[in-house]
């Protein structure tokens, strides 16, 4: 758990009080197993750290509140035992949402009669589901900035399709969408956090104009949308807070085979002790990541609340959390 500092829109100073906790999923069908001492990350964590572009691999923790709850998957498609295979579709069901993801092996793009298509795949025994293997991409050919705004670190989105010839193609994609050739120009498809600066995230950042800088800095606009603070590909964002109890399936992201069990179900307090009394604020689950990359089978989770500072803030004496179960 952390207690971090922040202002809150309007400008009140407030502490977020963010209870996380991670899990080891078992290898037997709903099993969980609680683990000590979850990171509270203050940083995005990207998949590369030698690459200033990498996209996000774990979110950040750090912000105010979100309106409902993220659902990230880092994880690599793979078959049972790691098998080789040439194509695989991954599942993602959290409750209400679900993500279907169609993943291929190489494919390299050629000259085709109708512009450039993408050779048969290579087999493979696994894929990171990141957003560089994604339909994407951005052209540094001039000074005119050229990118595709979901997703400006993956393949196939370029100024001149005959720079194509002979590279890499998507191996990620929506089945509802297959990549015929360089036209398709598809909506880009993953399970992976999306940046602050891609869409639709930036869209709800609001207006940072000189109108702004004179009435509003450092606070966010007056038509910020706390949607931005949604890291999760708009398909694993729910339509509203999960409470801890929902089912979730994952295939193909592991060599141990499907994953199926139950997300854990914890009820927290959090309450400001002030010369008033203790004064109860809501606690909401808004993140859930899972972490499944290289071997890892975990699953965290984050409670968050919003305590709010009395005027003065001197009146607030403490601030209480505590799990609603524990004795």
């Keep these: 758990m952390e207690l971090l500092p922040q202002l809150d829109n309007d400008g009140v100073m407030a502490t977020v009080v963010v209870i996380k906790q991670a899990y080891f999923i078992g290898y037997q069908q709903n099993q969980v197993f609680p683990l000590p001492g979850a990171e509270v990350r203050l940083t995005d964590k990207p998949w590369s750290e030698d690459e200033p572009e990498s996209s996000i691999k774990l979110p950040s923790d750090f912000l105010v509140r979100k309106p409902s709850t993220d659902v990230v998957v880092a994880a690599s498609a793979m078959a049972r035992d790691q098998a080789p295979s040439k194509q695989l579709d991954v599942l993602v069901r959290v409750g209400p949402v679900e993500r279907i993801l169609r993943v291929f092996g190489l494919r390299l793009w050629y000259r085709a009669a109708v512009g450039m298509g993408l050779t048969s795949p290579e087999p493979f025994e696994k894929v ?50 297959p990549i015929r050739s360089h036209r398709t120009n598809p909506t880009p498809a ?23 800088q004179r009435t509003r ?3 966010p606009p007056v038509d910020f949308d706390e949607r931005f603070n949604q890291c999760a590909t708009p398909e694993l964002i729910t339509p509203e807070y999960l409470r801890g109890g929902e089912q979730v399936d994952l295939h193909n992201v592991a060599a141990e085979g499907p994953i199926r069990f139950n997300l854990p179900r914890q009820d927290f307090f959090v309450g400001a002790e002030t010369q008033w009394g203790m004064v109860p604020y809501p606690v909401v689950l808004d993140t859930v990541v899972f972490n499944l990359v290289d071997g890892e089978r975990l699953v965290e989770m984050v409670w968050r609340a919003v305590v709010r500072m009395p005027h003065p803030p001197r009146d607030l004496r403490a601030i209480e959390v505590r799990d609603k179960a524990a004795p």
Aim: hydrophobic share 30%; net charge negative; proline share 8%.
């Design 128 to 177: 990171d589901l990141k957003w560089e293997l994604a339909w994407g991409g951005s052209d540094h050919g001039d000074d005119k900035w050229f990118a595709h705004d979901r997703n400006p670190v993956g393949r196939g989105y370029v100024r001149d399709s005959s720079s194509l010839l002979h590279k890499p193609g998507p191996q990620i994609e929506d089945p509802r969408e």
């Design 190 to 212: 993953g399970v992976g956090a999306i940046g602050r600066r891609w869409a639709p995230r930036i869209s709800y950042g609001g207006t940072y104009d000189e109108a702004w």
């Design 217 to 219: 800095m450092p606070l």
